[in-house]
Nanobody
Framework: QVQLVESGGGLVQAGGSLRLSCVTS????????MGWFRQAPGKEREFVATISWSGGFTYYSDSVKGRFIISRDNAKNTVYLQMNSLKPEDTAVYSC???????????????????WGQGTQVTVSS
């Protein structure tokens, strides 16, 4: 059974930084394209960023492009999300997800992600 566990969330002031981690177990992490999504209270889930299984392809939503960086370490079965210049509107529960198809050009549609973590809360104060 594939499990994804996020960590690194917390409370930070606007302009600050956080790094989220997502450790995967029970599957073949190095074959999965990985993504980060977020959901704020009362809003729909939103795509944040994705990275191919090799790490050679990344894609970001316009709302985080230039501020967030997604990366991965296949030896540690871990995907990261470095979040810089945080804004109050970044406040949400952040979840990682795995696309087991591993096509290498992942996108932002959540229907293609088969496995999901429980999420970690990120709160940005103004």
């Amino acid at each position: 059974q594939v499990q994804l566990v996020e960590s690194g969330g917390g409370l930070v002031q606007a302009g600050g930084s956080l790094r989220l981690s997502c450790v995967t177990s029970g599957g073949t992490f190095s074959r999965y394209d990985m993504g980060w999504f977020r959901q704020a209270p009362g809003k729909e889930r939103e795509f944040v960023a994705t990275i191919s299984w090799s790490g050679g392809f990344t894609y970001y939503s316009d709302s985080v492009k230039g501020r967030f960086i997604i990366s991965r370490d296949n030896a540690k079965n871990t995907v990261y999300l470095q979040m810089n210049s945080l804004k109050p509107e970044d406040t949400a529960v952040y979840s990682c997800a795995a696309d087991r198809r591993g096509w290498g050009t992942p996108g932002g549609n959540p229907i293609y992600y088969a496995y999901w973590g429980q999420g970690t809360q990120v709160t940005v104060s103004s």
